[in-house]
Nanobody, 124 residues
Framework: QVSLIESGGGLVQAGGSLRLSCTVA????????MAWFRQAPGKERKFVAS????????YYADAFEGRFTISRDKPTVSTSLQLNSLKTEDTAVYYC?????????????????WGKGTLVTVSA
């Protein structure tokens, strides 16, 4: 069974950057897209960005385009999310998912597997 493993979270000051990674392990990756979501404390999960298997197509939620960049590393069957100009409101658990669409909604429509998340904490 495919499992997704996120890494790269941590504590960073506002204005700083982090790079999150997600690796697929334990099986054959046969879905079309990978995506990142986040869930802030006390709030619902939100879609952040997605990318197609071949990496040619990326899609961002409006709130994150320009500050966050998603990429693929096909040799290692993984995806990364570069977080720049971080704000305190970016504090959240960031989740990696894979599925059959690069246009998921906040609920995660079309996503079939999820990681356990990595915590990003942005201090003032």
């Amino acid at each position: 069974q495919v499992s997704l493993i996120e890494s790269g979270g941590g504590l960073v000051q506002a204005g700083g950057s982090l790079r999150l990674s997600c690796t697929v392990a334990g099986g054959y990756f046969n879905d079309y897209a990978m995506a990142w979501f986040r869930q802030a404390p006390g709030k619902e999960r939100k879609f952040v960005a997605s990318i197609s298997w071949h990496g040619a197509m990326q899609y961002y939620a409006d709130a994150f385009e320009g500050r966050f960049t998603i990429s693929r590393d096909k040799p290692t069957v993984s995806t990364s999310l570069q977080l720049n100009s971080l704000k305190t409101e970016d504090t959240a658990v960031y989740y990696c998912a894979d599925g059959n669409t690069i246009y998921p909604d906040d609920v995660g429509y079309g996503m079939t597997s999820w990681g356990k998340g990595t915590l990003v904490t942005v201090s003032a």
